[in-house]
């Protein structure tokens, strides 16, 4: 019988292939666009809690003096939508197993559709970082 040695002696070599250096720099630039991603979706919420808050203003202004201006009207009624959309958005997440995979072909194929399923100023930060 060969005697076993109590030293145990790992192989590192298969990091020095060309293929896994390429796969740790691929890493790290995905690393680099996801952190853009969640910064950008991150100014999108943000930018959505003022315009949520300046609709309730308004809304409240329509409350308890019954008039609003029309860009008033307009501004509500478009925080309104973005509101929804961000609810359609937000409930398929919490409710269906595997939704997280599903939504970006869902907004990928609907905006090829003519359909914007996101709400404004997600689309807004989306043209502003392409120019």
């Known amino acids: 019988m060969a ?3 109590n030293s ?16 740790s720099e691929q890493l790290k ?4 666009e996801v952190s853009i ?18 609709a309730s203003r308004i809304a409240i202004k329509y409350i308890s003096k019954g008039v609003i201006t029309k860009q ?25 197993p595997g939704a997280t995979l599903l939504m970006p072909f869902l907004i990928k194929i609907a905006k090829k559709k003519g ?8 689309t807004n930060n989306e043209n502003s970082s392409k120019d």
């Open 115 to 122: 359909v914007n399923l996101l709400p404004s100023s997600f």
């Open 72 to 96: 008033e009207e307009l501004e509500l009624r478009q925080q309104v939508y973005d509101i929804l959309k961000t609810l359609g958005i937000a409930v398929p997440f919490a409710l269906v």
């Open 37 to 54: 991603l969640f910064r950008k979706i991150l100014i999108g919420l943000k930018t959505e809690t003022v315009e949520t808050k300046q």
């Open 3 to 5: 005697k076993k040695s």
């Open 8 to 23: 145990t002696e790992y192989d590192f070599n298969f990091f020095e292939d060309d293929k896994r250096i390429e796969l």
């Open 29 to 32: 630039i995905k690393k680099e």
